[in-house]
């Protein structure tokens, strides 16, 4: 954001008080009384400007109107006193604290106090969207600690009892039922489930989980009630470290130099000793309050909030929200794109992709699997019955169901016993013989990437189910229109397996990295940094929230369950569409470039002005109207942004579900 900053420090968070504790409402603060001195400034500047307007020939309105301009001008002390402290402290520097107040005391000494009022408001408008950036980035925390919940259900001698979470410590045995959020890191140590991991992990496919296996805090128990043996208190589980070092990227996040500063460094010095000598030459006060009013660095300020506006205002009809003119200078130089795989360059769950039939029809052997997980609500599932419905094959219900501890399912149907599950469900059949040429081509289609399920009826496996999740249909054509703005590392990080990570990135031609936890992303992110590099991080998970923190620009793919990573992102796509990725891309190269304009429209109304203003070819009043004209010139080139078509490649209206016209049958 281009303008002066209001707030001499910045004010110190209050203890967080625990994981739970008050949360650190500066940036809450600081955003509702930048809004009320903007929306004051705003009513003074219009009606004084009205007053004017109308009501110029009329001594008390008249008298009226300089009464408001001077509130609003009012409203301007806290850069007064910045500039103030900054003369005294820090006699050798030129803020822009210092030059506007010095110019706006040539302002009012001609005279021009609604052109006062109006510089002021110009200023809170500038500081509002700054701390509005600044909320948003606070806000993905609190939504994070909402996966946690509040109260632990805690076994003992006497049964079970719901205590607070943090009153949750290492040994205590929890008790997760169906469709719980498990509250703290842990062992499970009684029963079998399906575990919704894909927040943390990344990976698409739920987990099933026994006796043994370690769990998250903030994953969801999908199938029957486990017991956990807490290993980690509230305060140190995975869903607090991810907070953790959410919290220190964001604090580690260092805003883009500010354009007005970087024009201070050079050019106002010359202005104030030009404006100095000439009124020591001259002896006229008039000439140098011209030489100020004309100087003034409003439209130069104006230049970048007004082209961040219009490109903010393109993406939103697009369904990208864009937080904050930091992120569109620092995506307009990306030099590396990290993207996550599992729902943003592939689709949200596997889709079935291979149909192996031993001694039936594909047909078949799709029909006899659709009918025993028609009733499970499991993502496998739903793939079969999906593909099963696109085939047009009849499908009904089972005459009985169960679901087999998570690794399967079993059912009947006219007499017949069927069952889909993994290679754990048929290693725990001891009755069952599975060729060695089956067990070879599953292998074989697990080191392809593919997660693999068997289709057994009367207790014989009659076919092989491949599962992958496929590369959107626009993924291709995203990747290489980020090739041609000039970004040639282009690599996939995800918390998936390798084989199936390698299989998504081998299609799109693009590098990998996999099996990255949440903290090895950060690390992934921070790498890059080092060498140099902007890097952007395009994710849609939980698991994705700490990296879309720490990167240059967090770009996050909206879809249920993705709330804290839109809330930690820098840019949000709505609508689950990756082609929105390279919009977001598109806009910010030409959002930059119309703040360069701008920034050179400004600059050479200054020196023309300047010019006139030295020689005393122009006076107050004609210099107010030759900076009216600069800021004109800036609004209007900023306008043309909102026309700005950044032509994304098509994108079919489903792409976030592949068609599963991409199953195949293996050779």
Same mark, same amino acid.
């Given at each position: 954001m281009t303008s002066v900053s209001l707030t001499s420090a910045p004010a110190k968070p209050r203890p967080a008080g625990g994981l739970f504790g008050e949360a650190d409402l500066s940036q809450e603060r600081l955003l509702h009384r930048n809004f009320t001195f903007l929306a004051v400034s705003a009513l003074c500047m219009g009606s004084s400007g009205l007053i004017a307007l109308w009501g110029k020939s009329s001594v008390p309105w008249t008298g009226a109107g300089h009464v408001i301009s001077f509130i609003g001008l009012a409203l301007g002390l806290p850069m007064y006193w910045i500039a103030v402290k900054t003369v005294i402290l820090a006699r050798n520097k030129l803020t822009t604290e210092v030059f506007i107040t010095i110019a706006l005391a040539a302002v009012v000494y001609e005279g021009q106090y609604w052109y006062a009022a109006w510089v002021v408001f110009i200023l809170w408008l500038g500081e509002t969207l700054m701390a509005w950036a600044g909320r948003q980035a606070r806000s993905a925390v609190g939504a994070l600690l909402g996966l946690i919940p509040r109260e632990a259900r805690v076994a003992g001698p006497d049964g079970t009892r719901m205590v607070p979470v943090e009153q949750v410590e290492v040994g205590d045995v929890v008790v997760v039922n169906p469709g719980e959020r498990i509250p703290t890191d842990g062992i499970l140590v009684q029963g079998e489930t399906t575990v919704d991991e894909s927040m943390?992990?990344?990976?698409?496919?739920?987990?099933?989980?026994?006796?043994?296996?370690?769990?998250?805090?903030?994953?969801?128990?999908?199938?029957?009630?486990?017991?956990?043996? !807490?290993?980690?208190?509230?305060? *140190?589980?995975?869903?607090?470290?991810?907070?953790?070092?959410?919290?220190?990227?964001?604090?580690? $996040?260092?805003?883009?130099?500010?354009?007005?500063?970087?024009?201070?460094?050079?050019?106002?010095?010359?202005?104030?000793?030009?404006?100095?000598?000439?009124?020591?030459?001259?002896?006229?006060?008039?000439?140098?309050?011209?030489?100020?009013? +004309?100087?003034?660095?409003?439209?130069?300020?104006?230049?970048?909030?007004?082209?961040?506006?219009?490109?903010?205002?393109?993406?939103?009809?697009?369904?990208?929200?864009?937080?904050?003119?930091?992120?569109?200078?620092?995506?307009s130089r990306v030099s590396v794109v990290l993207l996550d795989k599992t729902g943003t360059l592939t689709a949200s769950t596997p889709q079935l992709s291979v149909i192996e039939a031993i001694g039936r029809t594909e047909d078949e052997v799709l029909t006899v699997a659709a009918i025993a997980e028609r009733p499970s609500s499991h993502p496998l599932a739903r793939a079969v019955c999906a593909a099963a419905s696109e085939r047009d094959l009849a499908v009904v219900d089972p005459d009985e169901f169960e679901l087999a501890s998570g690794h399967g +399912?079993?059912?009947?149907?006219?007499? $017949?016993?069927?069952?889909?599950?993994?290679?754990?469900?048929?290693?725990?059949?001891? *009755? &069952?013989?599975?060729?060695?040429?089956?067990?070879?081509?599953?292998?074989?289609?697990?080191?392809?990437?593919?997660?693999?399920?068997?289709?057994?009826?009367?207790?014989?496996?009659?076919?092989?189910?491949?599962?992958?999740?496929?590369?959107?249909?626009?993924?291709? !054509?995203?990747?290489?229109?980020?090739?041609?703005?000039?970004?040639?590392?282009?690599?996939?990080?995800?918390? *998936?397996?390798?084989?199936?990570?390698?299989?998504?990135?081998?299609?799109?031609?693009?590098? $990998?990295?996999?099996?990255?936890?949440? !903290?090895?992303?950060?690390?992934?992110?921070?790498?890059?940094?080092?060498?140099?590099?902007?890097?952007?991080?395009?994710? *849609?998970?939980?698991?994705?929230?700490?990296?879309?923190?720490?990167?240059?620009?967090?770009?996050?793919? +909206?879809?249920?369950?993705?709330?804290?990573?839109? &809330?930690?992102?820098?840019?949000?796509?709505?609508?689950?569409? &990756?082609?929105? +990725?390279?919009?977001?891309?598109?806009?910010?190269?030409?959002?930059?470039?119309?703040?360069?304009?701008?920034?050179?429209? !400004?600059?050479?109304?200054?020196?023309?002005?300047?010019? &006139?203003?030295?020689?005393?070819?122009?006076?107050?009043?004609?210099?107010?109207?030759? $900076?009216?004209?600069?800021?004109?010139?800036?609004?209007?080139?900023?306008?043309?942004?909102?026309?700005?078509?950044?032509?994304?490649?098509?994108?079919?209206?489903?792409?976030?579900?592949?068609?599963?016209?991409?199953?195949?049958?293996?050779?």
């Open positions: 943390i992990t990344g990976e698409a496919v739920p987990a099933d989980h026994a006796v043994g296996d370690h769990l998250y805090a903030g994953t969801v128990n999908l199938h029957a009630t486990v017991r956990i043996r !807490a290993t980690t208190t509230t305060e *140190d589980n995975t869903v607090a470290s991810i907070v953790t070092l959410m919290r220190q990227a964001q604090a580690a $996040h260092i805003p883009a130099k500010r354009t007005v500063d970087l024009f201070l460094r050079w050019f106002l010095p010359l202005v104030l000793l030009s404006a100095a000598v000439t009124g020591f030459l001259t002896g006229s006060l008039e000439r140098v309050a011209a030489i100020l009013l +004309v100087i003034t660095p409003c439209a130069f300020s104006a230049s970048t909030p007004l082209a961040l506006i219009a490109t903010i205002g393109v993406a939103a009809r697009l369904g990208i929200v864009i937080k904050g003119g930091t992120c569109i200078e620092a995506l +399912v079993i059912a009947s149907y006219a007499g $017949h016993r069927i069952a889909v599950g993994s290679a754990r469900f048929l290693d725990r059949r001891d *009755d &069952l013989v599975v060729p060695g040429s089956v067990r070879d081509r599953a292998a074989s289609l697990e080191a392809a990437g593919y997660t693999i399920a068997y289709v057994l009826e009367q207790d014989t496996v009659i076919g092989i189910l491949g599962f992958l999740a496929q590369p959107r249909a626009s993924a291709s !054509a995203v990747i290489a229109g980020l090739r041609d703005l000039g970004i040639r590392q282009l690599i996939m990080v995800t918390g *998936d397996r390798s084989r199936p990570a390698r299989a998504v990135a081998a299609q799109l031609g693009i590098e $990998h990295e996999a099996e990255a936890t949440p !903290a090895g992303k950060l690390s992934i992110v921070r790498r890059w940094q080092d060498e140099g590099h902007t890097v952007a991080m395009v994710g *849609d998970g939980i698991n994705d929230a700490t990296a879309l923190a720490a990167a240059d620009v967090g770009i996050a793919m +909206v879809s249920a369950g993705a709330e804290v990573s839109a &809330l930690a992102a820098d840019v949000v796509i709505h609508g689950d569409r &990756l082609s929105r +990725v390279l919009a977001a891309a598109r806009l910010a190269r030409r959002g930059t470039n119309t703040i360069k304009t701008n920034i050179v429209f !400004a600059t050479g109304y200054n020196l023309i002005g300047l010019g &006139l203003a030295l020689t005393g070819v122009i006076g107050p009043g004609e210099a107010v109207l030759f $900076h009216c004209g600069s800021f004109i010139s800036v609004v209007l080139n900023s306008a043309f942004m909102l026309g700005y078509d950044p032509k994304l490649p098509d994108e079919p209206a489903d792409d976030k579900e592949p068609s599963s016209q991409l199953i195949a049958t293996a050779a």
